[in-house]
């Protein structure tokens, strides 16, 4: 499947935003996450939800960020809550999914989260 991002932006700190990640196919049975890279660091889990809808968060967004899906959209959303500039960094959307035992790994092209005055 292939994925686009869209909802990033320049919020100030204690703002909110929400990113969307539609795929081009059924997510009925995929697992999806969120990545973050920011500057001049590695890309980083920070959310994630399985095709059965159980949750996952990297402790420094627990409580402020929630990851969902609309498979009737093909939609994953991340809404970001409480934001700090240490959240800015481009965000890709990612999904794992099997197809005759074949693992696909399949990213998006990102969206550039701001948290700035």
């Known amino acids: 499947v292939q994925l686009v991002e869209s909802g990033g932006g320049l919020v100030q700190p204690g703002g909110s935003l929400r990113l969307s990640c539609t795929a081009s196919?059924?997510?009925?049975?995929?697992?999806l996450n969120w990545y973050r890279q920011p500057p001049g660091k590695e890309r980083e889990l920070v959310a994630g939800?399985?095709?059965?809808?159980?949750?996952n968060y990297a402790d420094s967004v627990r409580g402020r960020f929630t990851i969902s899906r609309d498979n009737a959209q093909n939609t994953v959303y991340l809404q970001m809550n409480s934001l700090i500039p240490e959240d800015t960094a481009v965000y890709y959307c990612?999904?794992?999914?099997?197809?005759?035992?074949?693992?696909?790994?399949?990213w998006g092209q990102g969206t550039q989260v701001t948290v700035s005055l």
């Open positions: 196919g059924s997510i009925d049975s995929i697992n």
């Open positions: 939800i399985r095709a059965t809808g159980s949750t």
């Open positions: 990612n999904a794992v999914y099997y197809y005759n035992l074949v693992r696909y790994v399949s």
